[in-house]
């Protein structure tokens, strides 16, 4: 139900007005109706504690837009995002910025999950301990240490040349299986608590969506959640909650998880002087059968529903002994768990990780796709519910206040009925849809080459990179190239570098922030990514001047989750491609899509590799849902384009 704007002048219309705050103190300010409409509707919301759903276009300004009624409304507010990188924009340079210029004395905090702070009793673990699998672990946490002594934040993302696949992370910070809590010794030092205590005061905290339904989760299993009551939730990036509340609705056990507690308990059991030979013993006999088991579901590394391999006539032998053997663990960890607050933490977390393995290897509960993971060495058990419309209905229903959900991708051209009905929204949620003020026909090129095979097809990804070698020529490298894939990813990493002396930087290699930063202070420089790339982003100028996508972003009908969510369609007789596949794949092109156009002044061409675009009916519904730009297919005009703009101005880093 589109929402009703008031009228009368409201406080965000003078601040962010002709005459206001804003315009005052920011030099070449230009009030953006669009911008204003947004700021009022979210007024509204918060005043009237209810429920309001946002499309903001590229340009809109929507970061403001709701920072600046949820300042004035003098409401303790809670803001997450869908990404890290977004959540430290947001609190280190946009709220600063609003809360200078409204003159508002708000206390404000930025809280992430705990896998990104420093834990100082891990680190000081490890470095007693001295052993390590690699040189480079070993290089990685004399890094961390040194830092660690000049931290003020702890946050790991101060951490620039550490890549974030690196096996240091998991030693030196914390879970919430290991975290000793309150009774860690070194709790007056620890990075998460001083975080925690600073949101508890704060009338503004800024989390992200995995923080979010992470502390929902706790919530709901009778542990003291980590955030405070709060009178109004901002959702910004708000299409990635279906997907981020389905990962906390449901319940997961790794491996990792149990391995990390069995070094745990040998490092707890030898600093308390008890039988390090029994606990050895019974560590090996362990990870003899959970090495078992692992082969059981193949030796490939794969995803799969549990369907398929519970039937195997050696499972469930191969489960009853994981099951003995986890039970004495944590048998052998009871008479010593008094000695320390340590070994207390194993004991509890043994019969915890015991409780998890019994269930998701048993019968899978109803709406739940009960799936697995499998990795060289590893494996993961989960259960994802099918939908996430009721527990997130439930979770709005429970706690009454004003919920605020935005993003420039919510809607399939002028519908937000697939967002809605995923998360259980009302019939007559409120709504409003405001297009980008970009001149994109002015600023961009749509390039959908021709002559590639189809998407399917052994040598599609070669093609594409062909294909592309002439945008990226004319571009003079200053591109995003999206994927869809790992595989393909890869492919791109080995190849393209081969065929042009540019510089390219590869997603994973560096943390995020890092390679962001790279990419726009290095000429000719090609970033090459998947998922983490296609949102949350914002490159402006020249530095990016052309995004390439390989092909649409169709879910994969491989993936468990989304089989079972196809299944269950055709189920209730729904054509699932329709209902599901292709508006989860057009919300996920405009976020790629959107990496383009950043600032009025922004030009670059948007190329799609896929030739379903053309060549297929549903191809007209993506473009449709893309800002109006320019169309063409072909290559001469995209260099003739590119010839253009490179001509307004030097090219330069």
Request: hydrophobic share 45%.
């Amino acid at each position: 139900m589109p929402i009703a704007v008031p009228i009368a002048t409201s406080a965000v219309r003078t601040a962010l007005g002709p005459d206001g705050a804003f315009a005052q103190q920011i030099p070449g300010y230009q009030p953006r109706e669009p911008q204003i409409a947004m700021a009022e509707a979210v007024e509204q919301a918060l005043s009237e504690r209810s429920l309001l759903l946002v499309e903001a276009g590229t340009g809109t300004g929507k970061t403001y837009a709701y920072l600046v009624p949820a300042i004035l409304s003098g409401k303790k507010a809670i803001v997450s995002t869908g990404t890290r990188n977004l959540q430290d924009q947001l609190f280190h340079r946009d709220l600063p910025m609003v809360r200078k210029l409204l003159g508002r004395p708000v206390r404000t905090a930025l809280l992430k999950g705990r896998s990104n702070y420093l834990c100082p009793y891990r680190l000081q673990q490890h470095l007693d301990e001295g052993e390590f699998e690699s040189k480079q672990i070993v290089h990685d946490l004399h890094r961390v240490a040194a830092w660690a002594g000049k931290t003020e934040q702890g946050d790991i993302a101060e951490l620039l040349d550490i890549a974030e696949d690196s096996m240091v992370w998991p030693l030196v910070t914390s879970t919430a299986d290991n975290c000793l809590g309150q009774e860690c010794p070194k709790v007056d030092d620890c990075p998460l608590m001083k975080a925690r205590a600073k949101a508890t005061e704060a009338d503004l905290i800024v989390v992200n969506h995995h923080l979010f339904f992470a502390d929902k989760a706790l919530k709901d299993r009778g542990f003291g959640e980590l955030l405070p009551e709060v009178d109004a939730v901002i959702f910004d990036e708000a299409h990635q909650l279906p997907e981020t509340a389905a990962m906390f609705f449901g319940r997961s056990l790794s491996s990792r998880q149990i391995h990390d507690l069995l070094a745990d308990s040998l490092r707890e059991v030898l600093a308390a002087g008890g039988d390090l030979r029994g606990m050895n013993d019974l560590v090996s006999n362990l990870e003899v059968r959970l090495a078992h088991f692992r082969l059981l579901m193949g030796e490939e590394s794969r995803k799969g529903v549990w369907a398929d391999i519970s039937e195997h006539p050696e499972l469930p032998a191969a489960i009853t002994a994981v099951e003995m053997a986890m039970a004495c663990i944590t048998e052998a960890l009871s008479p010593l768990k008094d000695k320390s607050k340590g070994l207390e933490s194993c004991h509890r977390r043994a019969e915890e990780l015991a409780e998890a393995f019994t269930e998701l290897t048993g019968e899978t509960p109803e709406n739940q796709v009960h799936w697995f993971e499998t990795f060289r060495k590893g494996f993961i058990l989960q259960w994802t519910p099918l939908e996430v419309s009721q527990p997130f209905r439930e979770l709005l229903d429970r706690e009454p206040m004003a919920w605020i959900l935005t993003s420039a991708t919510l809607a399939v051209r002028e519908d937000f009925r697939h967002i809605s009905a995923q998360l259980g929204l009302p019939a007559d949620v409120a709504t409003l849809q405001l297009p980008s003020p970009f001149a994109y026909e002015q600023q961009a090129l749509f390039y959908v080459p021709r002559g590639l095979p189809d998407p399917g097809a052994m040598d599609y990804t070669r093609a594409s990179l062909e294909a592309a070698l002439p945008i990226l020529r004319a571009s003079q490298g200053r591109a995003f190239f999206l994927f869809t894939s790992h595989r393909a990813l890869k492919e791109a990493a080995e190849w393209l570098p081969r065929q042009l002396d540019y510089t390219f930087l590869v997603q994973g290699t560096q943390p995020k922030a890092e390679l962001l930063r790279r990419f726009a202070n290095t000429p000719d420089c090609v970033l090459l990514a998947t998922g983490a790339f296609w949102e949350g982003v914002d490159v402006r100028g020249q530095a990016l001047s052309l995004v390439i996508i390989d092909k649409l972003p169709f879910a994969s009908p491989g993936e468990p989750v989304v089989a079972a969510r196809l299944d269950a369609y055709k189920a209730r007789g729904r054509n699932p491609f329709t209902a599901y596949q292709l508006p989860s794949a057009i919300i996920a092109m405009k976020q790629g899509a959107g990496r383009l156009i950043r600032d009025v002044m922004d030009t670059g061409v948007l190329m799609v590799c896929d030739p379903r675009l053309v060549g297929r009916p549903y191809g007209q519904l993506f473009v449709q849902s893309l800002p109006p730009m320019r169309r063409t297919r072909s290559q001469q005009e995209v260099e003739a384009f590119f010839k253009f703009i490179n001509s307004l101005e030097p090219v330069s880093a």
